[in-house]
């Protein structure tokens, strides 16, 4: 039985996105260097909790039922099973069976309550997964097709890109294979043109039957296709902006490797399945800038839905995720780099002395000119009024003779 993020537990399995880390934004402004020095010191012990943590989407299944998901490779799934003590048993496609303790499995972990957690699953760990409590009980079950994020097929509406068609299979049933598509997801960004996306993954169905995802409709069997491949659409779009109390910021600043020219930047707690923006310099970095080809100077990476950010040029980058500011990137200075700084910024602060030493000047000789003006004025004034009181004198006296 399929379902979509969406889906209520009575319909199925239902997908949600988790965080382990909570903790309060931080306004970015202009902060001492010891201030600065703390801060870099945090973001360090930050990403390294983040990496612990990591952000992942969460899967759940009504208690005693068996679920049917398609995924992508390569992004994190914690698959749910309240049952404390639980044992898991799955079976891949390619008939390797798996018991429990699986502690033996790199990429996956088991938690306390009993759910487990999968890190970059592969398109080779396709299969069914199963939960069995204490008493021998199967608590859920999984079944799950990791479809190779490698192969991700990417259209843009706006650019007029059209996505996979539908196909027919010639394996006896007359099947036909398709993509079923998620929800749209939010827009990344508020207040402005921003952009969408929605997932959509590779199902066969036959005539009369359920769809089912392709990898576990052909179980073992071998069949190439460039048809069976994961979709991903982006299409334009423009909301209005809700308000927000909590913020979260981290700061973290990056230099450009000498052998490749570039790096990579991590946006915390982004994912393929939640909407992530870059901006460099308050320019928004689009997918359809780089389906376009019209954004060189930056890389998304499609595999993690641009959650990482391949960068060839000092500047400032921001990341958003869900239309929350999350990170700021800095260029890392170095040594020549800071000298250069300090002596741009001491001239500039010569450059300002000597222009308020000139205004200064300016103004004192302005201050002069409108102090020697009053005095003239005044003078004018006094000396026409006692012409005009001399004269009046005169014409009395010769009234008098």
Request: proline share 6%; charged share 20%; hydrophobic share 35%.
């Amino acid at each position: 039985m399929g379902c979509t993020p969406v889906h209520s537990a009575a319909q199925g399995c239902s997908m949600s996105v988790m965080g382990d880390l909570t903790m309060s934004r931080v306004v970015p402004s202009p902060l001492p260097q010891s201030q600065s020095t703390m801060l870099s010191i945090l973001w360090l012990l930050l990403s390294f909790v983040v990496s612990l943590l990591g952000f992942y989407v969460s899967i759940s299944c009504p208690h005693g039922k068996q679920c049917q998901r398609a995924l992508l490779s390569n992004n994190d799934i914690f698959l749910h099973c309240n049952s404390p003590g639980a044992q898991w048993y799955y079976f891949l496609q390619d008939g390797t069976n798996w018991s429990s303790p699986i502690r033996s499995v790199s990429n996956i972990e088991t938690m306390p309550e009993g759910s487990i957690l999968l890190r970059s699953p592969l398109p080779s760990q396709t299969g069914m997964y199963t939960c069995i409590d204490k008493k021998g009980i199967q608590v859920v079950q999984y079944e799950i097709d990791f479809q190779d994020v490698g192969t991700l097929h990417i259209t843009h509406r706006g650019l007029g890109q059209a996505p996979l068609q539908n196909e027919t299979l010639s394996l006896g049933q007359k099947e036909l294979i398709f993509t079923q598509w998620e929800p749209w997801q939010d827009c990344n960004r508020c207040g402005e043109p921003g952009e969408r996306k929605r997932l959509g993954y590779c199902y066969i169905q036959e005539p009369l039957e359920k769809p089912t995802p392709c990898q576990l409709y052909l179980g073992s069997a071998i069949l190439w296709s460039n048809r069976m491949r994961p979709e991903m659409q982006i299409e334009a779009c423009h909301v209005q902006c809700k308000t927000s109390d909590v913020k979260n910021v981290f700061f973290d600043n990056f230099e450009l490797s000498e052998e490749s020219g570039s790096a990579w930047l991590t946006c915390p707690f982004g994912s393929i399945y939640r909407p992530v923006i870059w901006e460099s310099n308050s320019t928004p970095l689009t997918w359809q800038g780089q389906l376009s080809g019209q954004d060189v100077s930056t890389v998304l990476d499609p595999s993690s839905g641009g959650r990482r950010l391949q960068v060839f040029q000092p500047a400032i980058y921001r990341c958003f995720v869900q239309q929350e500011f999350m990170a700021r990137f800095n260029p890392k200075p170095n040594l020549d780099t800071l000298e250069v700084l300090l002596r741009e910024e001491a001239r500039q602060q010569q450059e300002a002395r000597e222009t308020w030493k000139e205004k200064d000047s300016i103004l004192q000789k302005l201050k002069l000119m409108l102090l020697v003006g009053t005095v003239l004025g005044l003078s004018g004034v006094l000396l026409k009024l006692f012409c005009s009181s001399q004269s009046k004198r005169s014409n009395q006296v010769l009234l008098v003779k």
